[in-house]
């Protein structure tokens, strides 16, 4: 055969395939063909012909071949033999060069020998076992294979192992072995015939191949043949073939019957479950009802309070055999309240121990009840305790705990009662309880009898159990005491011998004494840790005699700790436990000290204070010694390093030490002992726990991540925390941060861009640590901030200007480049910003200034850094700062002084004229003649006697008023042009008002008058008509269109202020002409043209009527509107002002009241008229000008301001 690797080859595979294929394709053809035998093996030899090679491996050229071919197959012991022939030979290629290799491994030369030019033979004699190793052969010049052979050493055929032959619930027979193989592949057979003489010489062979292939074989009814259930005995026959050999193995007799393992029993249930009873039923599986041998019940329970795979045997010997109802009363069960498991098996009644059939299982929980025992309890199972009030006492009360499984319910407990001396019962006000047992606190000095109960949800146990507790202090007649130093010695090999002293004997009276004592109680108890503390595991107690003074108990578990306690009794009473005090090892001193305590904790030091007894057994003390070490605190007495030592010197009387050292926040496990000249002891073990400190440092601060605004740090917790880590503290260059224990990671934010930072950490518990490492970073760059200042300066002469800045408060970095953005009245000069780098300033030429109007430019600027990413960040632009356009003409300052001259030449040229033209306006007006129009004369005018006046018939009518009150007297006119001159101040020239009354003069301000009036006329109208200081220079005045009393913010428009008449309102059309110095009131009949030179002098008043608001006691307004009063005349006075083209306003209005002269509704200014009309005509609509005043307020607001306009 091939070795491995060759075997596995593509081509090797492909070879065998071809082979195999070519095989089975003639075999089926030769079947087909129904041919004999011998004709058919002539026909597969000649299929296979093709396949046939005379070299060594199919389609491989090779320099020669083996003999034999192929695989060899020997048994252990014989000799292999193998030649090697060349197919061709010459000089270099013959059989002198061949050599053998087993594997790779040269086979000596010895085992070689060459028979011609061409062959060589290889012998090895006596073969050892071996499994498919391959020889070589191979030529030695060109170190090639010429061939190959696996050589596999083996045994003939061995007896198989292990046959076994089971039937299952006898319907099917099953029979396996473990064969043996030795190297060479073994196929085995098994048949069996029956007993009997008849029956021998059938062999019931497997029905199928799957005892050669799978080393097993089964019968049951359907195979062929068929299992044959009828007969208690086989003969087993077994056979093997190999390449080495067929073997046929002794026959076996089996027992069929033994080895019939039945199903498991059918349809299992319990029925009649009590306490401790229960009765089960089941079914024997189908065919085995009638199986001839019968078979064994076996029935077995457990339950939770026996060992893990544990099982309790029911005795079955007198079950009934009911094979369709079979029915068990189990009336043994120990426990109520208890789960408990039970299985039925069967078996055939021939089997070994072995041969049960799975079981059949049921559960089932019986039913609860009442305890029914009580606690076991000694006469000396209780102990006194002194409380801090002498007067009372605690007493414990031990007892032996209860096993769980008698609990029987629910809710079990132990219940107390206290009977007094009396036979009183005593409540229990305070006691601590547990399984073991109770302390009850509070009672008296006096005798108790306590009942210990058993109870559950169900009741109570019917017997309790009794302590008797005698009086405390005093013997009441009689009481007992208890031994002295009471002491263990331990050894080694778990015996522990307790010694006491008898108790003292002090004198008594003679109605009391001590009671003798019958025996002593020894009670111990497991638990946790030895001595000053309550046992928690079961009581434990034995009684040894009285005269006894020693006694060696056996613990059960060495490795264990056991307390141990005594009680002297009498015959009805008790001492009470009294325990060891301390404890003493075989040849040396083992423990010693008592009441081990913490007196004083720090952070690395532990004070601890002790008293030692039985100093009298443990001899001179040395000092003391502490072990201790540091511990995991959820895993008690497991040391986290070795533990050390710290020695305090002292003696008998010291009691208090200290062990230093120590790492804060840390729980130790610590243990003192005493060195005495006996050895030393071991003390108890203790716990403690240092106090916090300051932490270690915290490790590895790192900046993990940075921007230009922000830096994240994290760091390792401290090695040693030595506490709760409350709060690590950040510090970095521009403050301190708190950051929760918990986090071990933060970020700083809102930093400066481009800011070296200096960043450290400390843990904090009740203190800080120090420093941890410093780490020295720098935010990224940033955004620069903006720029507080732009300077401009224009270059003399030159189109230039330079632009200046400070650099940014805040740089962020290292400031790449600057940007200047030039803007001309908000277009951009360029496309792009100018970019300045290295300097902050820049010089910008603008153009030269083209237009009416000149140009402003606006100049910003913003720095600009390059970040590490090579993105450019952008400061915010400065505040805008403003140059005008450059002009060739002149420079800048040379053309704001000649504007500045320009101007200031013009304003006085301006100032000069208009100030001519008013001073030659007041001149004229000086001596401006009154004149009364045509209708005011009283010649021209005529009334009825009966007539009343139009505007109020209780007003004076004209025949009232003399002629002569009527007249005006006309002043000369200094040679003034009536008609005005052409500067436009016919009306008031530059006075704020122009007052016409009667009796008084028409003044200016350059002090001029008019024409007095008849004096003694008692009845005047003055009309008062104030006028803008700024607009009396020009031809007209404004006033309202129409006059209400509620009108008093309306526009005021005078118009038509021709020559020397100013129209007030809205005139009415007319043809009649007045040439007197008239003031026309009222409806104008016949309005004067504006055109006419005759008509210089007059003042057209429209509406007199809207002038009056509300009438008085004589029927006349008292409150005219805003800026228009008309005024009662009255003789005019020597300190009076006159009103006429006065810059000052007129005098506060009476109560006016209107004459019949001025119905007609014109006034006369200046020259004076024509006589006053009559008495009784007034329909003219004339008023002397002495009798009417008319004035016009200055504006009160800024939106009153009357309207201006040039007539």
């Given at each position: 055969?091939?070795?491995?690797?060759?075997?596995?080859s593509?081509?090797?595979?492909?070879?065998?395939?071809?082979?195999?294929?070519e095989?089975?394709?003639?075999?089926?053809?030769?079947?087909?063909m129904?041919?004999?035998?011998?004709?058919?093996?002539?026909?597969?030899?000649?299929?296979?012909?093709?396949?046939?090679?005379?070299?060594?491996?199919?389609?491989?050229?090779?320099?020669?071949?083996?003999?034999?071919?192929?695989?060899?197959?020997?048994?252990?012991?014989?000799?292999?033999?193998?030649?090697?022939?060349?197919?061709?030979?010459?000089?270099?290629?013959?059989?002198?060069?061949?050599?053998?290799?087993?594997?790779?491994?040269?086979?000596?030369?010895?085992?070689?020998?060459?028979?011609d030019?061409?062959?060589?033979?290889?012998?090895?004699?006596?073969?050892?076992?071996?499994?498919?190793?391959?020889?070589?052969?191979?030529?030695?010049?060109?170190?090639?294979?010429?061939?190959?052979?696996?050589?596999?050493?083996?045994?003939?055929?061995?007896?198989?192992?292990?046959?076994?032959?089971?039937?299952?619930n006898?319907?099917?027979?099953?029979?396996?072995?473990d064969?043996?193989?030795?190297?060479?592949?073994?196929?085995?057979?098994?048949l069996?015939?029956?007993?009997?003489?008849?029956?021998?010489?059938?062999?019931?062979?497997?029905?199928?191949?799957?005892?050669?292939?799978?080393?097993?074989?089964?019968?049951?009814?359907?195979?062929?043949?068929?299992?044959?259930?009828?007969h208690?005995?086989y003969?087993?026959?077994?056979?093997?073939?190999?390449?080495?050999?067929?073997?046929?193995?002794?026959?076996?007799?089996?027992?069929?019957?033994?080895?019939?393992?039945?199903?498991?029993?059918?349809?299992?249930?319990?029925?009649?479950?009590?306490?401790?009873?229960?009765?089960?039923?089941?079914?024997?599986?189908?065919?085995?009802?009638?199986f001839?041998?019968?078979?064994?019940?076996?029935?077995?329970?457990?339950?939770?309070?026996?060992p893990?795979?544990?099982?309790?045997?029911?005795?079955?010997?007198?079950?009934?055999?009911?094979?369709?109802?079979?029915?068990?009363?189990?009336?043994?069960?120990?426990?109520?309240?208890?789960?408990?498991?039970?299985?039925?098996?069967?078996?055939?009644?021939?089997?070994?121990?072995?041969?049960?059939?799975?079981?059949a299982?049921?559960?089932?929980?019986?039913?609860?009840?009442?305890?029914?025992?009580?606690?076991?309890v000694?006469?000396?199972?209780?102990?006194?305790?002194?409380?801090?009030?002498?007067?009372?006492?605690?007493?414990?009360?031990?007892?032996?705990?209860?096993?769980?499984?008698?609990?029987?319910?629910?809710?079990?407990?132990?219940?107390?009662?206290?009977?007094?001396?009396?036979?009183?019962?005593l409540?229990?006000?305070?006691?601590?309880?547990?399984?073991?047992?109770?302390?009850?606190k509070?009672?008296?000095?006096?005798?108790?009898?306590?009942?210990?109960?058993?109870?559950?949800?169900?009741?109570?146990?019917?017997?309790?159990?009794?302590?008797?507790?005698?009086?405390?202090?005093?013997?009441?007649?009689?009481?007992?005491?208890?031994?002295?130093?009471?002491?263990?010695?331990?050894y080694?090999?778990?015996?522990?011998?307790?010694?006491w002293?008898?108790?003292?004997?002090?004198?008594l009276?003679?109605?009391?004494?001590?009671?003798?004592?019958?025996?002593?109680?020894?009670?111990?108890?497991?638990?946790?840790?030895?001595?000053?503390f309550?046992?928690?595991?079961?009581?434990?107690?034995?009684?040894?005699?009285?005269?006894?003074?020693?006694?060696?108990?056996?613990?059960?578990?060495?490795n264990?700790?056991?307390?141990?306690?005594?009680?002297?009794?009498?015959?009805?009473?008790?001492?009470?436990?009294?325990?060891?005090?301390?404890?003493?090892?075989?040849?040396?001193v083992?423990?010693?000290?008592?009441?081990?305590?913490?007196?004083?904790?720090?952070?690395?030091?532990?004070?601890?204070?002790?008293?030692?007894?039985?100093?009298?057994?443990?001899?001179?003390?040395?000092?003391?010694?502490?072990?201790?070490?540091?511990?995991?605190?959820?895993?008690?007495?497991?040391?986290?390093?070795?533990?050390?030592?710290?020695?305090?010197p002292?003696?008998?009387?010291?009691?208090?030490?200290?062990?230093?050292g120590?790492?804060?926040?840390?729980?130790?496990?610590y243990?003192?002992?005493?060195?005495?000249?006996?050895?030393?002891g071991?003390?108890?073990?203790?716990?403690?726990?240092t106090?916090?400190?300051?932490?270690?440092?915290?490790?590895?601060?790192?900046?993990?991540?940075?921007?230009?605004?922000?830096?994240?740090?994290?760091w390792?917790?401290?090695?040693?925390?030595?506490?709760?880590?409350?709060?690590?503290?950040?510090?970095?260059?521009?403050?301190?941060?708190?950051?929760?224990?918990?986090?071990?990671?933060?970020?700083?934010?809102?930093?400066?861009?481009?800011?070296?930072m200096?960043?450290?950490?400390?843990?904090?518990?009740?203190?800080?640590?120090?420093?941890?490492n410093?780490?020295?970073?720098?935010?990224?760059?940033?955004?620069?901030?903006?720029?507080?200042?732009?300077?401009?300066?224009?270059?003399?002469?030159?189109?230039?200007?330079?632009?200046?800045?400070?650099?940014?408060?805040?740089?962020?970095?290292?400031?790449?480049?600057?940007?200047?953005?030039?803007?001309?009245?908000?277009?951009?000069?360029?496309?792009t910003?100018?970019?300045?780098?290295?300097?902050?300033?820049?010089?910008?030429?603008?153009?030269?200034?083209?237009?009416?109007?000149?140009?402003?430019?606006?100049?910003?600027v913003?720095?600009?850094?390059?970040?590490?990413?090579?993105?450019?960040?952008?400061?915010?632009?400065?505040?805008?700062?403003?140059?005008?356009?450059?002009?060739?003409?002149?420079?800048?300052?040379?053309v704001?002084?000649?504007?500045?001259?320009?101007?200031?030449?013009?304003?006085?040229?301006?100032?000069?004229?208009?100030?001519?033209?008013?001073?030659?306006?007041?001149?004229?007006?000086r001596?401006?003649?009154?004149?009364?129009?045509?209708?005011?004369?009283?010649?021209?005018?005529?009334?009825?006697?009966?007539?009343?006046?139009?505007?109020?018939?209780?007003?004076?009518?004209?025949?009232?008023?003399?002629?002569?009150?009527?007249?005006?007297?006309?002043?000369?006119?200094?040679?003034?042009?009536?008609?005005?001159?052409?500067?436009?101040c016919?009306?008031?020239?530059?006075?704020?008002?122009?007052s016409?009354?009667?009796?008084?003069?028409?003044?200016?301000?350059?002090g001029?008058?008019?024409?007095?009036?008849?004096?003694?006329?008692?009845?005047?109208?003055?009309?008062?008509?104030?006028?803008?200081?700024?607009?009396?220079?020009?031809?007209?005045?404004?006033?309202?269109?129409?006059?209400?009393?509620?009108?008093?913010?309306?526009?005021?428009?005078?118009?038509?202020?021709?020559?020397?008449?100013?129209?007030?309102?809205?005139?009415?059309?007319?043809?009649?002409?007045?040439?007197g110095?008239?003031?026309?009131?009222?409806?104008?009949?016949?309005?004067?043209q504006?055109?006419?030179?005759?008509?210089?002098?007059?003042v057209?008043?429209?509406?007199?009527?809207?002038?009056?608001?509300r009438?008085?006691?004589?029927?006349?307004?008292?409150?005219?509107?805003?800026?228009f009063?008309?005024?009662?005349?009255?003789?005019?006075?020597?300190?009076?002002?006159?009103?006429?083209?006065?810059?000052?306003?007129?005098?506060?209005?009476?109560?006016?009241?209107?004459?019949?002269?001025?119905?007609n509704?014109?006034?006369?200014?200046?020259?004076?008229?024509?006589?006053?009309?009559?008495?009784?005509?007034?329909?003219?609509?004339?008023?002397?000008?002495?009798?009417?005043?008319?004035?016009?307020?200055?504006?009160?607001?800024?939106?009153?301001t009357?309207?201006?306009?040039?007539?």
């Amino acid at each position: 055969m091939l070795p491995p690797s060759k075997r596995g080859s593509p081509g090797f595979l492909s070879s065998l395939r071809l082979v195999s294929d070519e095989a089975t394709r003639g075999i089926r053809l030769l079947k087909s063909m129904a041919c004999s035998e011998t004709v058919c093996l002539v026909l597969l030899a000649v299929l296979l012909l093709p396949c046939v090679s005379s070299g060594c491996m199919f389609g491989i050229p090779t320099l020669g071949a083996t003999y034999p071919a192929g695989d060899i197959f020997l048994e252990k012991g014989q000799s292999l033999k193998i030649t090697c022939k060349l197919d061709e030979v010459d000089n270099v290629t013959n059989a002198n060069k061949i050599f053998f290799t087993d594997g790779n491994e040269r086979v000596p030369k010895r085992f070689v020998n060459v028979i011609d030019t061409s062959t060589a033979k290889l012998s090895i004699p006596n073969m050892t076992l071996t499994n498919h190793s391959v020889y070589y052969c191979r030529l030695q010049t060109m170190d090639k294979v010429v061939c190959l052979n696996q050589v596999v050493v083996g045994l003939k055929p061995q007896e198989p192992q292990n046959v076994t032959c089971i039937s299952k619930n006898w319907e099917t027979f099953t029979c396996k072995w473990d064969k043996v193989d030795h190297y060479t592949p073994t196929t085995y057979t098994i048949l069996y015939t029956l007993a009997g003489r008849g029956s021998r010489s059938q062999l019931l062979r497997c029905p199928t191949d799957s005892d050669k292939r799978n080393n097993t074989c089964t019968w049951d009814f359907s195979t062929s043949p068929i299992y044959r259930t009828a007969h208690e005995f086989y003969t087993i026959t077994l056979a093997g073939y190999n390449a080495l050999g067929n073997v046929t193995f002794p026959p076996i007799r089996y027992h069929h019957y033994a080895h019939v393992i039945p199903r498991p029993p059918e349809n299992l249930r319990a029925q009649n479950v009590t306490s401790h009873s229960v009765t089960l039923k089941w079914a024997v599986a189908y065919p085995m009802q009638i199986f001839p041998p019968g078979l064994i019940t076996r029935v077995e329970f457990r339950h939770k309070w026996i060992p893990e795979g544990q099982w309790i045997t029911v005795n079955t010997t007198n079950l009934p055999y009911n094979p369709v109802n079979m029915t068990l009363h189990i009336t043994n069960l120990p426990y109520a309240h208890t789960n408990y498991t039970i299985r039925v098996q069967h078996k055939s009644q021939k089997a070994q121990d072995k041969g049960y059939s799975e079981p059949a299982t049921v559960n089932i929980t019986t039913k609860s009840e009442k305890p029914t025992a009580s606690p076991k309890v000694d006469m000396g199972g209780f102990e006194n305790e002194k409380p801090n009030d002498a007067s009372l006492r605690n007493i414990y009360l031990y007892w032996e705990r209860i096993p769980e499984c008698l609990y029987n319910s629910d809710d079990f407990e132990y219940q107390i009662e206290i009977e007094e001396e009396s036979g009183a019962l005593l409540d229990i006000v305070k006691a601590d309880k547990t399984s073991s047992y109770i302390k009850i606190k509070g009672l008296l000095h006096d005798a108790y009898t306590f009942k210990i109960y058993a109870r559950n949800n169900l009741g109570v146990a019917d017997a309790p159990s009794v302590i008797k507790v005698p009086h405390y202090k005093s013997c009441k007649p009689f009481c007992i005491k208890g031994p002295l130093a009471f002491t263990k010695i331990e050894y080694d090999d778990g015996v522990t011998e307790l010694s006491w002293n008898e108790p003292d004997t002090p004198g008594l009276g003679e109605l009391s004494g001590l009671l003798p004592i019958v025996d002593y109680t020894i009670f111990w108890c497991e638990n946790s840790k030895d001595k000053a503390f309550q046992c928690t595991g079961s009581m434990n107690w034995i009684r040894v005699p009285a005269n006894a003074n020693w006694h060696n108990v056996t613990i059960p578990d060495k490795n264990r700790t056991y307390q141990f306690a005594i009680s002297a009794n009498s015959k009805n009473q008790s001492s009470g436990l009294s325990w060891t005090v301390c404890t003493v090892a075989h040849d040396k001193v083992i423990e010693g000290l008592t009441q081990v305590g913490l007196s004083k904790v720090g952070s690395t030091f532990l004070e601890i204070s002790w008293n030692l007894q039985c100093s009298h057994r443990i001899g001179q003390v040395l000092g003391y010694n502490f072990r201790y070490c540091p511990i995991i605190p959820a895993q008690l007495r497991n040391c986290k390093e070795p533990s050390k030592v710290q020695f305090v010197p002292g003696d008998a009387n010291t009691e208090l030490g200290n062990i230093t050292g120590l790492m804060p926040y840390t729980a130790y496990m610590y243990n003192l002992t005493v060195l005495s000249m006996g050895g030393e002891g071991v003390g108890e073990t203790e716990f403690a726990t240092t106090l916090e400190a300051a932490p270690e440092p915290p490790r590895d601060l790192k900046a993990t991540y940075v921007t230009n605004s922000t830096i994240h740090i994290s760091w390792f917790p401290p090695a040693r925390s030595n506490g709760n880590i409350k709060y690590y503290e950040v510090n970095y260059t521009l403050g301190t941060t708190k950051i929760d224990g918990i986090f071990t990671s933060t970020g700083l934010y809102d930093l400066p861009s481009f800011t070296n930072m200096s960043i450290y950490v400390r843990a904090c518990t009740i203190a800080c640590s120090n420093k941890s490492n410093v780490i020295m970073t720098r935010t990224l760059i940033g955004t620069p901030s903006k720029i507080d200042m732009v300077h401009l300066r224009r270059q003399l002469n030159e189109s230039n200007v330079k632009v200046s800045w400070n650099e940014p408060v805040n740089r962020a970095g290292y400031i790449d480049f600057y940007q200047l953005w030039v803007e001309e009245h908000g277009k951009n000069v360029s496309d792009t910003p100018y970019t300045v780098s290295n300097q902050t300033n820049q010089l910008v030429s603008i153009p030269d200034c083209s237009g009416d109007k000149p140009l402003v430019y606006t100049f910003r600027v913003r720095a600009v850094n390059k970040d590490e990413y090579n993105q450019s960040q952008y400061g915010p632009w400065s505040d805008p700062r403003e140059e005008n356009c450059y002009s060739s003409g002149f420079p800048s300052t040379e053309v704001i002084t000649v504007f500045t001259i320009f101007a200031a030449v013009i304003l006085i040229s301006v100032v000069w004229c208009y100030g001519k033209r008013f001073w030659i306006c007041l001149e004229k007006m000086r001596n401006v003649p009154v004149e009364l129009p045509p209708g005011l004369d009283p010649s021209s005018q005529t009334f009825a006697p009966t007539q009343k006046s139009p505007l109020d018939s209780s007003k004076p009518t004209p025949e009232d008023i003399d002629d002569s009150e009527m007249l005006l007297t006309k002043s000369e006119r200094h040679g003034r042009n009536p008609s005005g001159d052409s500067s436009g101040c016919s009306s008031a020239g530059n006075n704020d008002s122009i007052s016409l009354t009667s009796n008084r003069q028409i003044s200016t301000d350059s002090g001029t008058e008019a024409d007095q009036l008849t004096e003694g006329d008692s009845t005047q109208v003055q009309v008062h008509v104030e006028m803008d200081p700024v607009d009396a220079v020009r031809n007209w005045q404004v006033m309202p269109d129409k006059f209400t009393p509620d009108q008093s913010n309306q526009q005021i428009e005078m118009l038509s202020c021709m020559q020397t008449y100013c129209k007030i309102g809205e005139a009415n059309t007319g043809d009649m002409a007045t040439t007197g110095p008239y003031i026309m009131l009222g409806e104008q009949q016949q309005p004067p043209q504006e055109n006419n030179k005759g008509s210089n002098g007059y003042v057209t008043v429209e509406q007199v009527d809207l002038m009056l608001s509300r009438q008085d006691s004589n029927g006349y307004s008292a409150a005219p509107p805003n800026g228009f009063m008309l005024r009662k005349g009255s003789t005019s006075t020597a300190d009076e002002t006159p009103s006429s083209c006065s810059s000052s306003t007129s005098s506060a209005p009476a109560s006016p009241t209107m004459p019949q002269a001025a119905l007609n509704g014109y006034a006369k200014v200046g020259d004076p008229g024509p006589p006053a009309p009559p008495k009784s005509a007034n329909s003219s609509g004339y008023v002397a000008l002495g009798d009417v005043n008319l004035s016009f307020k200055p504006p009160q607001h800024e939106d009153e301001t009357p309207k201006i306009k040039q007539c």
